[in-house]
């Protein structure tokens, strides 16, 4: 061959690009790792790279084994080939089963228009959600305007019964306080004596007695709304000997007795509306008292996480504990039987004078044997407590 100058000539180039191109293929595969090392394993990598790397060297030889024949080193590098040759075969055969279950392109194809489907359909969903969405704001918002506007038709509604009831209660009291004077001047002035006449007139006197007190119970119910609200700072223990002090006259002639617990307590309350308040819950507690039994009634006070508990116990008659929920109604007379004069309007205008207090109220009772009121003072009204109090 050496004879022939063409002949080395194309040995030599053969080699040489042989050579150079197995030198660039792994430092492709080199820097694919470095950019994409989640592709392949770098013993992988490495072991491709350094099989093509030992074959480029085995032509590099060769190609040096034209001029100078170094047989011995050219079969060591061929040896070394040889075994990274046969670890690359081994190495490829084992990462065979990976590689078949790796998706084809048809596949890969068919999954992302899968997925293009499946996007397409979510972002449709998507916007039938944000249009029934927005139909359920727009119903929302009509749902809202009707119901404000039903509001202020029942506030107006409300109102004209309230003006209704305190002008015809205000109307009413003349008549009826005719009524009551000229039968009692027509019982004292009787000179017949017919006893069935002055029955009837007797019967007139106290219907129209009755009736005056609804009246003017109504009217304070009515009152009530059209009250201003005027909070001052207030002792609960001088406002309940207030209200027992007034309350002196139909106590002693019970001969009732009132025991009363009222530590220094200052609350921001409207007197007016507690003055009714107490009135009425304490009244009560004495009418509603039977005839053959003393009326016995404890005020006292219980400090609570809340606020302040103002508590009236009576012994009185009590009711059914299922009617808890009706005693505050207006006319609710749940002794319609008994011989106590009421008009059912106590508790209702105790119920409306709390709702201006921003204060609450509840009822435990065991019927023939007493009850108790519970008026819950909120917190934020508490000015102060004695050391008793707390």
């Not at 790792?33 to 480029?56: E, N, P, T, W």
């Not at 007197?271 to 009244?283: C, D, E, F």
């Not at 016995?296 to 299922?322: C, H, L, S, W």
């Not at 009772?365 to 050391?387: K, L, N, R, W």
């Amino acid at each position: 061959m050496t004879w022939r100058t063409d002949l080395i000539a194309l040995h030599a180039l053969s080699d040489f690009v042989i050579f150079l191109s197995y030198f660039i293929i792994p430092t492709a595969l080199l820097y694919l790792y470095y950019k994409r090392s989640d592709l392949v394993q770098s013993r992988i990598i490495l072991l491709f790279s350094a099989f093509i790397l030992a074959c480029g060297l085995t032509h590099l030889v060769g190609l040096i084994t034209l001029w100078n024949p170094v047989y011995g080193f050219e079969g060591v590098v061929k040896a070394g080939t040889a075994v990274v040759s046969g670890l690359t075969a081994v190495a490829s055969w084992m990462l065979m089963p990976a590689a078949l279950k790796l998706p084809s392109a048809q596949t890969l194809r068919l999954k992302n228009d899968a997925l293009g489907l499946s996007i397409a359909e979510q972002r449709r969903a998507n916007a039938e959600l944000e249009t029934i969405k927005a139909e359920l704001e727009i119903r929302i918002q009509e749902r809202t305007r009707e119901l404000q506007s039903k509001a202020e038709a029942l506030e107006r509604m409300n109102a004209s019964l309230s003006d209704y009831a305190h002008f015809a209660s205000h109307d009413l009291q003349e008549p009826l306080r005719k009524i009551v004077s000229f039968s009692e001047l027509a019982i004292e002035q009787d000179t017949t004596g017919d006893a069935e006449q002055r029955l009837y007139l007797e019967k007139i006197n106290e219907s129209a007695r009755r009736a005056r007190t609804l009246v003017r119970n109504i009217l304070h119910h009515a009152e009530i709304d059209q009250h201003t609200v005027d909070i001052q700072d207030l002792s609960l223990r001088a406002e309940t000997e207030a209200t027992l002090e007034n309350l002196e006259l139909a106590i002693n002639d019970r001969q009732g007795r009132i025991d009363t617990d009222i530590p220094d307590i200052m609350v921001r309350a409207d007197p007016s509306l507690v003055a009714q308040v107490l009135q009425n819950i304490i009244g009560n507690a004495i009418k509603y008292t039977p005839a053959d039994r003393v009326p016995e009634i404890a005020i006292t006070t219980a400090r609570t996480d809340q606020g302040v508990d103002y508590i009236i116990k009576d012994n009185g008659m009590g009711f059914d504990p299922t009617l808890k929920d009706r005693i505050f109604q207006p006319f609710m007379r749940l002794h319609s039987n008994a011989s106590v004069d009421g008009t059912g309007m106590g508790l209702a205008i105790v119920v409306k004078a709390l709702g201006h207090l921003g204060w609450s109220i509840s009822v435990d009772t065991v019927e023939t044997q007493g009850t108790q009121f519970t008026i819950s003072i909120p917190e934020d009204q508490i000015v102060s407590a004695d050391a008793s109090g707390e």
